[in-house]
């Protein structure tokens, strides 16, 4: 007898974040996803394992409803297996177990009831995996879910015994774990399709069982250079014709993700927590990750999957900004379950949950500020509900859970969040009638991706204004048309020099004396618990210094308007006395008493993305100095109209 066909189970996921722009989903739309549907349909590619993440789905429902039911269609016919996820696309790892549950059961709704199918597989979203999660995916239903092959090796497995389904579990709760074969996420769409095919043979002539591709339909048209290579040089047709010959050949039989999950099992597992290999890189601060891509570098291959990087959590640290989105939606979902976990707050604390606005690597991620706004908007709409009617109060609390207390100051109007250890600054200020948090501003910071200022000149090969394109490396050539093309992944580039760097994560409110900015934040320490004084929320604090001491004051009213004053001893001479420092995302009215010395400067990031790399105004920073010898100052910031 001969070999058993290899059961090859293609699965594609497709994905556009909470807060995109609308044309962004209809250029994917028409020029990604319904092309490569409709090669699919139109050469009998099935069966296809399929996820449509959640902020697709709703976005096709309204603006694609069409191409949503001819999808219904091929699954009704038993040619398109669907996968669920999380409702609106987060991080699990990142949620609490009762989101996570959550999450996933509306998913698997809102599958039920536009296709009529029970979803009992799983999109891992990033392919983020904790062990935890499977105990937490059992019980929202899911039997089994896809993990890169990395997870599996770090964790003792060998690569030629990982072609099939393996059970682990969390708290005796079982689940069902795939192996994500990464040498062919790395050869489609990039490579020839000689080589693809040259893959199955070789796997189909060792007795491969199982093989399981699951990868972004992105990769088909959406990144740089891929339409091109894809549709208009004929790619795609020749794969598809290629696995065709290779399914009539008995090379491969095309099966669903669901059907490798139903399989004889490989035996328990307990998979390595992380991601892939970029990702884990990427949430690294930048000494790390450019020491783990120099041993990556430098590095045999069968090393590779036991070189990790950080974790996903990792970005919270890395940027605080994004931690302070996390912490918001953490506090939120706590608050909603307390106010009986209405349906319209769940909904916007969900959609903030969406994950891309929370990390950076090749994306641009959490330095996009229509992304950033988008998840802030939902906060300001889930706490705007849950606070319907409620008075001016307050909560001392480690809000983001970092060790130290902060000041949560609220109404049914606004959320301000202080944080004394941090410059006794406003970390963010949401105006429910606006959907904006004012301070929602990206700090400059070093990445690993650019070069150090003290670099040579010549080493800095990227322009400093604009848009700037990469130095790209790419595999085609004129001379060798059909040699394929680079992923985003590894593409070559050339590292640029930022802008000017901030020594700490911007506020709102933030002192130094003495007219040079230091790198550290001046602390402040609570002065007694904040009180009510007539209809406002009063919060003193005390800084103590070389310079001696620095009392600061916010007045809070129930609409959010804020005044805050600083007394400090003056001095005989005429000198440099206090600054405050204030980001601010949108205009809004400051007024100082008695009249400060202003200054203004746009906050200009410079990211990489997966088109380059790109400044970015992620908004402004106004700074209000005033003499010595005054002794006392104030400022009032009043609610944007």
């Given at each position: 007898?001969?070999?058993?066909?290899?059961?090859?189970?293609?699965?594609l996921?497709?994905?556009?974040?909470?807060?995109?722009?609308?044309?962004?989903?209809q250029?994917?739309?028409?020029?990604?996803y319904?092309?490569?549907?409709?090669?699919?349909?139109?050469?009998?590619?099935?069966?296809?394992?399929?996820?449509?993440?959640?902020?697709?789905?709703?976005?096709?429902?309204?603006?694609?409803?069409?191409?949503?039911?001819?999808?219904?269609?091929?699954?009704?016919?038993?040619?398109?297996?669907?996968?669920?996820?999380?409702?609106?696309?987060?991080?699990?790892?990142?949620?609490?177990?009762?989101?996570?549950?959550?999450?996933?059961?509306?998913?698997?709704?809102?599958?039920?009831?536009?296709?009529?199918?029970?979803?009992?597989?799983?999109?891992?979203?990033?392919?983020?995996?904790?062990?935890?999660?499977?105990?937490?995916?059992?019980?929202?239903?899911?039997?089994?879910?896809?993990?890169?092959?990395r997870?599996?090796?770090?964790?003792?497995?060998?690569?030629?015994d990982?072609?099939?389904?393996?059970?682990?579990?969390?708290?005796?709760?079982?689940?069902?774990?795939?192996?994500?074969?990464?040498?062919?996420?790395?050869?489609?769409?990039?490579?020839?399709?000689?080589?693809?095919?040259?893959?199955?043979?070789?796997?189909?002539?060792?007795?491969t069982?199982?093989?399981?591709?699951?990868?972004?339909?992105?990769k088909?048209?959406?990144?740089?250079?891929t339409?091109?290579w894809?549709?208009?040089?004929?790619?795609?047709?020749?794969?598809?014709?290629?696995?065709?010959?290779?399914?009539?050949?008995?090379?491969?039989?095309?099966?669903?993700?669901?059907?490798?999950?139903?399989?004889?099992?490989?035996?328990?597992?307990?998979?390595?927590?992380?991601?892939?290999?970029?990702?884990?890189?990427?949430?690294?601060?930048?000494?790390?990750?450019?020491?783990?891509?120099?041993?990556?570098?430098?590095?045999?291959?069968?090393?590779?999957?036991?070189?990790?990087?950080?974790?996903?959590?990792?970005?919270?640290?890395?940027?605080?900004?994004?931690?302070?989105?996390?912490?918001?939606?953490?506090?939120?979902?706590?608050?909603?379950?307390?106010?009986?976990?209405?349906?319209?707050?769940?909904?916007?604390?969900q959609?903030?949950?969406?994950?891309d606005?929370?990390?950076?690597?090749?994306?641009?991620?959490?330095?996009?500020?229509?992304?950033?706004?988008?998840?802030?908007?939902?906060?300001?709409?889930?706490?705007?509900?849950?606070?319907?009617?409620?008075?001016?109060?307050?909560?001392?609390?480690?809000?983001?859970?970092?060790?130290?207390?902060?000041?949560?100051?609220?109404?049914?109007?606004?959320?301000?969040?202080?944080?004394?250890?941090?410059?006794?600054?406003?970390?963010?200020?949401?105006?429910?009638?606006?959907?904006?948090?004012?301070?929602?501003?990206?700090?400059?910071?070093?990445?690993?991706?650019?070069?150090?200022?003290?670099?040579?000149?010549s080493?800095?090969?990227?322009?400093?204004?604009g848009?700037?394109?990469?130095?790209?490396?790419v595999?085609?050539?004129?001379?060798?048309?059909?040699?394929?093309?680079?992923?985003?992944h590894?593409?070559?580039?050339?590292?640029?020099?930022?802008?000017?760097l901030?020594?700490?994560?911007?506020?709102?409110?933030?002192?130094h004396?003495?007219?040079?900015?230091?790198?550290?934040?001046?602390?402040?320490?609570?002065?007694?618990?904040?009180?009510?004084?007539?209809?406002?929320?009063?919060v003193?604090?005390?800084?103590?210094?070389?310079?001696?001491?620095?009392?600061?004051?916010?007045?809070?009213?129930?609409?959010?308007?804020?005044?805050?004053?600083?007394?400090?001893?003056?001095?005989?001479?005429?000198?440099?006395?206090?600054?405050?420092?204030?980001?601010?995302?949108?205009?809004?009215?400051?007024?100082?008493?008695?009249?400060?010395?202003?200054?203004?400067?746009?906050?200009?990031?410079?990211?990489?993305?997966?088109?380059?790399?790109?400044?970015?105004d992620?908004?402004?920073?106004v700074?209000?100095?005033?003499?010595?010898?005054?002794?006392?100052?104030?400022?009032?910031?009043?609610?944007?109209?």
């Amino acid at each position: 007898m001969g070999t058993p066909p290899v059961r090859f189970a293609f699965a594609l996921h497709l994905h556009q974040p909470v807060g995109n722009f609308d044309f962004v989903f209809q250029e994917h739309v028409e020029e990604v996803y319904r092309p490569l549907l409709s090669a699919l349909h139109e050469y009998g590619t099935y069966p296809l394992t399929l996820h449509i993440s959640g902020p697709l789905l709703d976005w096709l429902a309204e603006h694609g409803p069409a191409f949503l039911d001819e999808i219904g269609t091929r699954v009704a016919d038993g040619q398109v297996e669907l996968l669920a996820s999380g409702r609106t696309e987060p991080i699990l790892a990142a949620l609490d177990p009762d989101d996570r549950v959550h999450q996933v059961e509306a998913m698997r709704e809102i599958l039920r009831a536009r296709f009529g199918v029970q979803a009992t597989g799983l999109w891992l979203t990033e392919r983020v995996w904790e062990q935890d999660l499977s105990a937490d995916l059992a019980r929202a239903g899911i039997e089994y879910t896809l993990l890169d092959d990395r997870h599996f090796m770090a964790a003792g497995h060998e690569q030629t015994d990982l072609d099939g389904p393996f059970r682990t579990e969390s708290g005796g709760r079982p689940l069902t774990v795939l192996p994500i074969d990464e040498r062919l996420r790395y050869l489609i769409p990039f490579r020839p399709v000689t080589e693809i095919e040259t893959f199955f043979e070789a796997r189909h002539a060792e007795g491969t069982r199982a093989i399981v591709l699951g990868d972004d339909g992105e990769k088909f048209g959406g990144w740089p250079d891929t339409r091109a290579w894809v549709y208009d040089e004929g790619w795609l047709d020749d794969f598809l014709r290629s696995v065709a010959r290779l399914c009539e050949a008995d090379v491969i039989e095309l099966v669903t993700t669901g059907d490798v999950a139903r399989g004889e099992s490989c035996g328990l597992t307990y998979p390595a927590p992380g991601s892939y290999r970029e990702m884990e890189e990427w949430t690294l601060p930048r000494p790390a990750a450019l020491r783990i891509e120099a041993l990556w570098a430098n590095s045999d291959k069968e090393m590779e999957p036991h070189l990790r990087g950080g974790h996903w959590k990792g970005f919270l640290r890395k940027y605080p900004e994004a931690n302070r989105m996390h912490k918001a939606t953490l506090q939120l979902s706590r608050l909603c379950r307390q106010r009986g976990d209405p349906i319209e707050a769940r909904s916007f604390v969900q959609r903030a949950q969406c994950n891309d606005a929370y990390w950076h690597g090749v994306f641009g991620g959490v330095y996009l500020p229509h992304l950033r706004g988008a998840v802030w908007r939902e906060l300001a709409c889930a706490e705007a509900a849950l606070r319907t009617g409620e008075p001016l109060s307050f909560e001392v609390l480690d809000w983001d859970l970092d060790g130290d207390d902060e000041v949560w100051v609220h109404s049914s109007q606004f959320s301000a969040v202080i944080s004394p250890r941090r410059g006794g600054a406003i970390e963010s200020l949401t105006y429910f009638s606006a959907g904006a948090n004012l301070v929602d501003v990206l700090s400059r910071r070093l990445e690993p991706y650019h070069a150090d200022p003290s670099d040579a000149p010549s080493e800095r090969s990227v322009a400093a204004s604009g848009s700037v394109a990469a130095n790209e490396s790419v595999a085609a050539s004129e001379d060798d048309p059909v040699a394929g093309i680079v992923s985003v992944h590894d593409r070559s580039i050339a590292r640029p020099v930022p802008p000017a760097l901030d020594p700490y994560a911007l506020a709102l409110f933030q002192e130094h004396v003495g007219g040079v900015e230091p790198d550290t934040l001046l602390r402040f320490e609570l002065e007694g618990a904040p009180s009510v004084d007539g209809l406002a929320i009063v919060v003193d604090l005390r800084s103590t210094g070389d310079r001696g001491v620095l009392l600061k004051r916010y007045r809070f009213d129930a609409d959010g308007n804020v005044d805050m004053s600083l007394t400090w001893t003056p001095t005989t001479s005429s000198g440099p006395g206090p600054t405050t420092s204030l980001v601010l995302a949108f205009p809004v009215s400051v007024e100082s008493e008695p009249a400060a010395s202003v200054s203004h400067e746009r906050i200009i990031t410079l990211a990489r993305s997966e088109r380059g790399f790109e400044h970015v105004d992620q908004g402004e920073r106004v700074e209000l100095s005033w003499p010595s010898e005054l002794g006392s100052a104030s400022v009032r910031l009043r609610r944007p109209a």
